[in-house]
């Protein structure tokens, strides 16, 4: 808490940079004393940089805290929501002197471009995102008197957090717009939760589709298996039948490979399979795009749906 001034004076010489170099001039500079534009740009990685992500708006981050001055703050922003999540949101943090705290932190994913169409700073931009502010409490003196209510703010100190990006390159794939979107539901249903009957076979599809951002000499360069997952939920000793059977079985391909520069047609984007259950229970299906680059080929990225179709199997009824 008391280095707040160094990590201003950082952010003020960053500032200082910007009034004087346009941004485009200010990446460049960046990306460069990182090995190279090309080898680091977050436009271009795509499928070099091993890893398992969901393909969703918002990704959850655990900022710590420490608070080392002799007072209890409170920490707030603007936004009035310090953490937390829907079902249980955090408008303010209280942090006693010496304690430190971590608030898991729900922030929209930061889009690669700007506004201008320049590769976004995503260090700036994370900082800007997770700032807070601190206020200490009003503590009352041996003398009657209020002690004097002090203020501040809390930020990542962004030298520390280029580091980070520099030492792993597929941080940004884990904060940042996915570079592809992947869907899963049933045919002719929108649903997803549904009922069906033991044995009845169900007709599952899934389809992903690239973003517009993404080069197309890197599409070239990578390819994309798109695959069925089904898991049953809270599996108990009874997830084998007594005949042997499995609790499903698929009809049809688990996967298929796709070329990420024609997904512009309608019919090379998509997959399809059939699954029979043999068990009750419920059950989740969803599916995942691979991607690999030939850049990187013992790299994978693997890009799941944001969401599953539940699917609760019952008895037929005689």
């Known amino acids: 808490m008391d280095?707040?001034?160094?990590?201003?004076?950082?952010?003020?010489?960053?500032?200082?940079?910007?009034?004087?170099?346009s941004k485009?001039?200010?990446c460049s500079e960046f990306l460069e004393s990182l090995d190279g534009f090309g080898e680091y740009s977050i436009l271009h990685r795509l499928g070099q940089d091993s890893g398992v992500h969901v393909s969703s708006d918002e990704v959850v981050l655990l900022v710590a805290v420490a608070n080392e001055t002799n007072s209890t703050i409170i920490l707030s922003n603007r936004k009035g929501l310090v953490g937390g999540f829907e079902g249980s949101p955090m408008p303010t943090v209280r942090v006693t002197s010496g304690v430190s705290v971590k608030?898991?932190?729900?922030?929209?994913?930061?889009d690669r471009l700007d506004e201008n169409g320049e590769v976004t700073d995503i260090a700036a931009e994370l900082v800007a995102?997770?700032?807070?502010?601190?206020?200490?409490?009003?503590v009352e003196g041996?003398?009657?008197?209020?002690?004097?209510?002090?203020?501040g703010r809390v930020r990542i100190p962004s030298r520390c957090l280029r580091e980070i990006i520099d030492e792993h390159k597929s941080f940004p794939s884990r904060i940042c717009k996915p570079p592809?979107?992947?869907?899963?539901?049933?045919n002719n249903n929108t649903e997803k939760d549904i009922s069906v009957l033991i044995g009845l076979p169900i007709h599952m599809v899934a389809d992903v589709c690239v973003q517009d951002w993404v080069p197309r000499d890197v599409l070239s360069k990578c390819r994309v298996v798109l695959e069925f997952c089904c898991a049953e939920k809270q599996?108990?000793?009874?997830?084998?039948s007594t005949n042997g059977r499995t609790p499903f079985v698929w009809c049809g391909q688990l996967r298929r490979t796709i070329r990420l520069e024609n997904t512009s047609e309608a019919d090379d984007n998509n997959h399809c399979a059939r699954i029979a259950f043999f068990q009750c229970g419920v059950f989740v299906v969803s599916a995942c795009a691979k991607i690999a680059s030939q850049d990187s080929a013992e790299n994978e990225e693997c890009w799941w749906a944001p969401y599953a179709i539940t699917i609760r199997v019952e008895e037929k009824r005689q």
């Not at 995102?129 to 009003?138: D, H, N």
């Not at 592809?180 to 049933?186: D, L, Q």
Request: net charge positive.
């Open 3 to 21: 280095k707040t001034s160094k990590w201003e004076s950082s952010n003020s010489k960053h500032r200082t940079l910007s009034r004087s170099s």
């Open 24 to 26: 485009s001039d200010i």
């Open 103 to 110: 608030i898991p932190v729900v922030i929209p994913r930061i």
């Open 129 to 138: 995102r997770t700032a807070l502010q601190w206020e200490s409490e009003v």
């Open 142 to 151: 041996p003398d009657e008197t209020d002690k004097i209510r002090r203020t």
């Open 180 to 186: 592809v979107s992947v869907n899963v539901g049933i």
């Open 235 to 240: 599996p108990g000793n009874n997830s084998v």
